[in-house]
């Protein structure tokens, strides 16, 4: 069956560290790719996605994203965490000509001021 | 633009009364649109998958008597939890995309339900 995993739950980080959080699937053919967030109290919010072309995807507030076919991968990545980064994230996976999204548990990013 | 919205919010019942929660899509098309539960601090759980003008596509072990879905239109889709229990309470979760297959999945607000 497929499945989405996320490796870290829980991330406490202090402000400037760079942050990678990992996404791995297990799907053998075309996969597109999301990171979600959700900051407190809001709803789920498309953070980046992939489709083909580049497999380094850039989202929306310095976030990027690699895929990495041989690995099975698509890890988060930002270069410098601030305050306002602390959020859940989840990764999900949407495979071939299914419609439905497969998702992550989600990781629990807290970034320390 | 790709704005879901829910409503209600929040709402609170009585057990054995039917509660109806409503997605609309604002400003696209909605082909698709999907129904999750959120429990606390946990991932999205898929119910169902709604495409307009058909039945609605439930996924295992969620009822579908119990929990109504209708798509009656490509920016509208209800979800009618029937004769809700303290169980039932949860965080309701939709979403809609357009087009085909593995598009974006752009998600509502949420509605929070609490069954007294």
Known sequence: AQSVSQHNHHVILSEAASLELGCNYSYGGTVNLFWYVQYPGQ???????????????????????????SKFSFNL???????????????????GNNRKLIWGLGTSLAVNP | GAVVSQHPSRVICKSGTSVKIEC????????TM???????????????????????TYEQGVEKDKFLINHASLT?????????????SSFYICSASQGRPGTTQYFGPGTRLLVL
């Open chain 2, 76 to 88: 509208l889709s209800t979800l009618t939890v029937t004769s809700a229990h303290p169980e039932d």
């Open chain 1, 43 to 69: 709803h789920l919010q498309l953070l980046l996605k992939y489709f083909s072309g580049d497999p380094l995807v850039k989202g929306i507030k310095g976030f990027e994203a690699e895929f990495i076919k």
């Open chain 2, 34 to 56: 999907f129904w999750y539960r959120q429990f606390p601090k946990q991932s999205l759980m898929l119910m169902a998958t709604s495409n307009e003008g058909s039945k609605a």
């Open chain 1, 77 to 95: 990545r930002k270069p410098s965490v601030q305050w306002s980064d602390t959020a859940e994230y989840f990764c999900a996976v949407n495979a």
């Open chain 2, 24 to 31: 609309r899509s604002l400003d696209f098309q909605a082909t």
